[in-house]
């Protein structure tokens, strides 16, 4: 299985961005996948995840109500839209995937397939 992120780029506080992860070498619709993100210094913190049908999210505190996940099974797509941008979203989104049922999704051990991540950046 492959996961390739693209779509990142540069932005400006406020600004709408919407990030992609294209999937393949597996049955997608057998996935739960993950976003996380990664700032320069910071350790890879968990961002959302979505259910194997789409019906089920989950997000960070620090982007509830701002980022949406989804996916298309269909195209073996997942997407990242990230509205009301602020410079501490600033980072390299990875998505992530795994095939295994776990109690919590929030967790990078939770999953065992990664992309080499996009760069956002969000100017002040």
């Known amino acids: 299985v492959q996961l390739v992120e693209s779509g990142g780029g540069l932005v400006r506080t406020g600004d709408s961005l919407r990030i992609l992860c294209t999937f393949s070498?597996?049955?997608?619709?057998?996935?739960?996948l993950g976003w996380f993100r990664q700032a320069p210094g910071r350790e890879r913190e968990f961002v959302a995840t979505?259910?194997?049908?789409?019906?089920?999210?989950d997000y960070a505190d620090s982007v509830k109500g701002r980022f949406t996940a989804s996916r298309d099974n269909a195209r073996d797509a997942l997407y990242l839209e990230m509205d009301s941008l602020q410079p501490e979203d600033t980072a390299v989104y990875y998505c992530?995937?795994?095939?295994?049922?776990?109690?919590?999704?929030?967790?990078?051990?939770?999953?065992?397939?990664w992309g080499q991540g996009t760069q956002v950046t969000v100017s002040s």
């Open positions: 070498g597996g049955t997608f619709s057998s996935y739960q």
């Open positions: 979505i259910s194997r049908t789409g019906l089920n999210d």
């Open positions: 992530a995937a795994t095939s295994s049922i776990w109690r919590n999704y929030d967790r990078a051990q939770s999953y065992d397939v």
